[in-house]
C-alpha cells in the first residue's frame, strides 16, 4: 500500500529544512532499527513527544527510590502514559494507534506504517512480550487465548480478548490514517526490511520524494537478544517461525485474525493441516530476567 505520495510535477523548490517523518509499528516490527537509520539523515526529522516535562524527573526519581519490580513497571508506564496524554498525534507512541489530528498536516509530515506477518508477529510477541502484565507463559497456545493488558498509551481499549487484537486494531488504524489525516503514508513491510534494509528503506523514502543519500545499516543489533543479521535474514527468509506453531495453533490464530486487514497488506492464511501436532520448537523467554514485564 502506498498512499498520498507526492506528485513530482507538483514539487517546489527543495527546502533547507530536514523533512518531517512519523513511524508507527507494533511490537516486534523493527521500529528501533528503521528510526536509528532514519535519525542518522540530516534530510530527516523524527517526532519525538514533546509536552511540558514538569516535575517528570522528580517523580521519575520518587517511583525508581521506593518501587522494584513489576510495581516500578506500573508506575514507570503510567507515567509514560501522561507524557504522551500532553501531546498530539504527530508525537504518539512508536507503538500506538495513531490518534488522527492536525498536528501530522500542520508539520507537512510523511508517516512510516510497519506490518509484519500475522503468525510471525504473534510468535515474535510470545518471546518478546514488551509490556506485557501477566506472569509469562512458556506455551503459545495458552499466550494466545489469555486476554491482554494494554497501556493507556497504546490509544486503545485496556483490555483485548487475544494479544493477537494487538495487530488487528493498529493495522485497520494503518489503513484509515491517510485520508484521514490527509498526509502521505507508506507501509514498510517487516519481511522486505529484514532480507535488505538499505534497498527497502530507500524505496520508502524515494515515495515521499526524500533522498535516501546517507542511509546506513545499524552497525551492532538493536536489541541484546537479537540474532546477528546474516543469521536473521537466513532465519526469516526460511520462515523459521513456522516451527514454533502447530496445526491447533495454526487454527487458533486463523480464528482471530482480522482476513480483511491481512488481505490489505498481502498476507495470506495458512492452512492448519500444513503444520505437525507437535511443534518443531518451543518458545523461551528472551526478555528474561524480567519474565516478558518490558
Request: hydrophobic fraction near 40%; proline fraction near 7%.
Amino acid at each position: 500500500m502506498e498512499t498520498g505520495k507526492r506528485e513530482h510535477e507538483d514539487l517546489t523548490e527543495p527546502s533547507d529544512q530536514p523533512r518531517k517523518l512519523k513511524v508507527f509499528g507494533e511490537r516486534n516490527t523493527a521500529t528501533r532499527a528503521v528510526m536509528q537509520m532514519l535519525r542518522a539523515l540530516e534530510q530527516v526529522s523524527l517526532s519525538m513527544p514533546r509536552g511540558d516535562p514538569g516535575d517528570r524527573a522528580q517523580m521519575e526519581a520518587h517511583i525508581r527510590q521506593h518501587m522494584k519490580g513489576m510495581s516500578l513497571k506500573l508506575f514507570m508506564d503510567a507515567l509514560e502514559d501522561t507524557k504522551h496524554a500532553q501531546t498530539g498525534g504527530m508525537s504518539d507512541w512508536k507503538h500506538a494507534a495513531p490518534r488522527i489530528d492536525g498536528s501530522y498536516k500542520s508539520l507537512e509530515a510523511s508517516v512510516i506504517f510497519l506490518v509484519r506477518n500475522p503468525y510471525s508477529w504473534i510468535w515474535s510477541l510470545a518471546e518478546h512480550p514488551y509490556h506485557a502484565r501477566a506472569p509469562w507463559i512458556g506455551d503459545m497456545a495458552a499466550f494466545i487465548a489469555r486476554p491482554w493488558l494494554s497501556v493507556a498509551r497504546e490509544n486503545i481499549q485496556p483490555i483485548l480478548y487475544s494479544p493477537m487484537e494487538l495487530w488487528n486494531i493498529k493495522l485497520r488504524r494503518y489503513l484509515d490514517f491517510p485520508t484521514k489525516a490527509g498526509v502521505p503514508a507508506q507501509v514498510l513491510h517487516f519481511e522486505d526490511f529484514v532480507q535488505d534494509p538499505i534497498a527497502s528503506l530507500s524505496a520508502i523514502l524515494r515515495g515521499f520524494d526524500i533522498s535516501p543519500d546517507g542511509l546506513a545499516l545499524v552497525e551492532a543489533p538493536t536489541k541484546a537478544h537479537a540474532r546477528a543479521p546474516a543469521q536473521r535474514k537466513a532465519f526469516y527468509a526460511d520462515e523459521g517461525w513456522k516451527g514454533y506453531f502447530t496445526s491447533a495453533t495454526i487454527a487458533q490464530v486463523n480464528e482471530l485474525i482480522d482476513w480483511e486487514v491481512a488481505a490489505a497488506y498481502g498476507y495470506q492464511r495458512l492452512d492448519p493441516a500444513d503444520f505437525p501436532e507437535l511443534a518443531d520448537r518451543q518458545i523461551i523467554n528472551k526478555l528474561q530476567p524480567e519474565a516478558g514485564q518490558g
